[in-house]
């Protein structure tokens, strides 16, 4: 990417179709005004100018090395207090220098998580182009005081994350995040994804389809992210490079159904639209629980993901089952819109080129960093009888308003403060019901700034739409009261969501009828930076899913399914992929009894871990375990599985493992030469018959290595 300078962007953008390949450049408009107007500065590229904050640690260093070795353009970096050089690069002491000495376009924040917000405002007010924050577990109302307030009031700066892979130019060779570089192939389909592990799946199929991959935006798992579905959608309908578009969602947030309203526009003013395929996680999650992402779960209001499927359906995106499909689907999509997949495919073998890494790190360090990237729970749930102790402090600043222990009557009505993903800010959200089953369709939310709290405007909207209009006049004052009250919990608790059905007394007052209560904090406050540690001494874990807390001691997010038909327990790394798994086996017939992610690397500890965990569940009669190698090698996935298997009791419990990815094939072979009757696949589809076939009770046919042989 051409660098800024003096205020104005090189841009040059060369016609590939002529030999030449294109140079990507920020686009820079006096019309610009507010953030909305930065989606160009996802457009990296050969020339983008790239520093890291955090240069001179462990992670940053080697992820520089790589990205370098990539052909990445970094220039120099930053360290608090530091400054000489790294890498052989600048290395400067703040981002004021850094932004006169390097005129950077773009950061790779690799910071920790307690520092990351404010390293993400240090590169706002910098005006960097372009921020790549990859950390996870930065407290939500860090993000929406110091990251998302900022950025709404300015027009310079584009964040990609946080808890994002980042983002990937490979016709460009440019990364700026820990993309799993061997995955990755220069083409001309772009994507975007919520899922890092769904998204190298994507991108490994579009790469073995021969069509490989113009920019990867990853939006990242969080509630709130910096660039969404539709800011891609936007870069890539522009992309001169981008021939067809793949969309990853999952459940949580109303990002698809944007982007489903997007797209139904883009159809009707486009002429030969580019061709979008999409895939949704979750569609078999269950309700009020969070599925290994910090956004991964479904709030009141918001449409499931069988539902934001049948949307993105119904504007005209072809739907797949499982990541493995797209590479197919997309040239069937090129062929159907008159382009040229042929076409397509040659020139983007004309542009690859071969990517080493000599540096593969021994399983017993990729072990020790799995430990020390331990996910966490990223919400805790009070119980509906803690509420009372909670709220009344808050409560005694409304006069009248009390607390029922009854169930709240259907002609009730609804309450809540909490996060509107699309506008990144706090919302009120209110109903004129509070039936349950007609929630979704009434509530609507109301956002408001978290600097400056809802204003009296918006306070009176969120009561009106409540439709109190026989309501005593004191009534709605009290409402509006509450809201008030609950906005200031929020902020001073670091809430995600607070909630309750109302109803109205005979003497016209407000009262909130506890067993709705829902109660849901940001515990990434408490485990990052130790605050709020009232709210979570009130956890009491001995109320929890044994197994579901036992994980989380050791960075794995286990969610029993209780289905009590399942008798297939899964094995997975990486949220996205776990939920698609548990989908895409429903497909196939089978069903799965739990959730499991080990997290973005899977080792032998974590495995071992995991197989005792399936197996404390008595309905298991086969397990699956299903692993992309992106971060890692197959070769070293397969040996930590190995060696899982070989220390746990399986009790006869065959195992049927898919490997994908980075040196799959040595995976798949070392499985299933292993002599320990393990099953080892390529291919989803092939797995999940073979899982679904043991799951019925069939034998299996013969030796998994002559099984092996035979499918080579």
Known sequence: MAAIRGGEALSSLCCRRSGITARRSFSSSSARKNYDDTV???????HTRVIYQGFTGRVATGNARDSIAYGTNIVGGVTPGKEGEHLGLPLLPNLRKAKEQLNPDATAVFVAAPQCAKAIEDAIEAEIPLIVAVAEHIPLHDIMRQVTSILKTQSKSRLVGANAPGI??????????FQPLPTFAPGHIGIAAKSGTLSYEAVASVTRAGLGQSLCIGMGGDIIAGTNLVDSLKVFESDPETEGIILIGEIGGRAEVDAAEWIKEYHARERNPKPIAAILGGTTAPSGKIMGHAGAWTARGERTATEKYKILQDVGVTMVEHPENFGETMKSLLAKTGRDPKKIQQDATNQKRSYHTGNRRPLAEMQRRARAAQQQRRKLVLKAAQGPGVLEPYLDEVQGVSISTEAAPKDGFYISVTVDRTERQ????????SDPTQLRNRI???????????PRSTVDAAVQHMQLSSAPPQAKTQIASLLQSLAK?????EAVTLASSISLTSEGNIQLHQPSFLLQFDDSAFKSLKRQQDIFALRQKETEQAEEVEAEKDGIVYVRLEDPEANIGTLVNGAGLAMNTVDALRQHGGRAT?????????????VKKSFELILRDPRVKVIFVNIFGGLTDGGMIADGVLLAFKEVDMKGVPVVVRIRGTNEEVGQKRIAESGLGLDAFDGFEEAAKRVVELAGGRRMNGLAELSYKARR
């Open 40 to 46: 160009q500065n996802l457009r990296i590229g050969k």
């Open 168 to 177: 990937i130019a490979p016709i460009g060779y440019c990364r700026i995040g």
């Open 426 to 433: 706090p919302a009120l959200a209110t109903a004129p019901t």
């Open 444 to 454: 609507q939310r109301f956002p408001y700034t978290w600097l400056e709290g809802p």
């Open 489 to 493: 919990m929020y902020k001073d608790k």
């Open 594 to 606: 739990n959730f499991l992610d080990t997290g973005g690397k899977a080792t032998a500890d974590t």
